[in-house]
């Protein structure tokens, strides 16, 4: 190992504990370096996850994400194997209590298929809802919203979160809101939905990559006025646990 690349993991563990928006890029480009060391960087990068998430089980946050997300995709067929071993569901306790496979989703999110993962988003909470494949009804209304169980919204935000460096998610959009007053326009805007007081239209104006705002996925249709989301932001799950990594 050369001294710089000690020193990039020397820090990168220093900071791991910090999910401030400066940390998480420090971490994100720490990570970056680390894994152009090839085989070795990626053996160190495997090393320091086993330790935090299976040693010492250190509480998750987003740096697990980044660093499970350079192991996945990278093409090392030995790290590919050690992956598939110690953390075959990746590094988000899929719980469910409708028994629902997320492994999909995770798939989705961390492959940068964000796309996908909003369409998958959007069939599991039908599913939770209670609309199956017998019912054309595509959307949710406000009164589905209660039948939500608490354990899968947190299970799919924290898959969003996680898997995007906090920058996507349910309770990102909701600080967002919370942040402004809880006034919608300034949230449209600051997710970027609507432009120059113009909502996008769905897909192609959408942004489906980490260029979009922070809080711009997963999508949810406010074009049939603001009861769905205000009902999601107000959602018992919120109050259980900040969300937090």
Known sequence: MTDQFKNHLLILKKIAHLDDYFSINQQTELVKKISN????????????????????TTRLSYIDGTIFKHLYLSEVINIQKKINHHFKDGVVELKSSNNINYIPLQKSLVSNNFKQANQLTQKY????????????????????ILNLPSRDLKTIDTLWRIYSEGQFGFSIQRQIWLYNDQNWDKLWHRIG?????????????????????????????????????????????????????
């Open 37 to 56: 060391y090839n085989k070795p960087g990626l053996l160190a990068l495997l090393e320091l996850l086993i330790e935090r998430r299976i040693i010492n």
């Open 125 to 144: 909470l039908r599913e939770l809802a209670g609309l199956n494949h017998r019912n054309d009804r595509q959307w949710l209304y406000f009164t589905d």
């Open 193 to 245: 939905w609507k432009i120059d007081n113009i909502a996008l239209r769905y897909p192609h104006e959408f942004v489906w990559d980490n260029t979009a705002p922070p809080g711009h996925l997963p999508l949810f249709n406010q074009l049939r006025g603001v009861q769905v989301l205000y009902a999601l932001f107000e959602h018992p799950v919120w109050n259980k646990d900040n969300t937090s990594t």
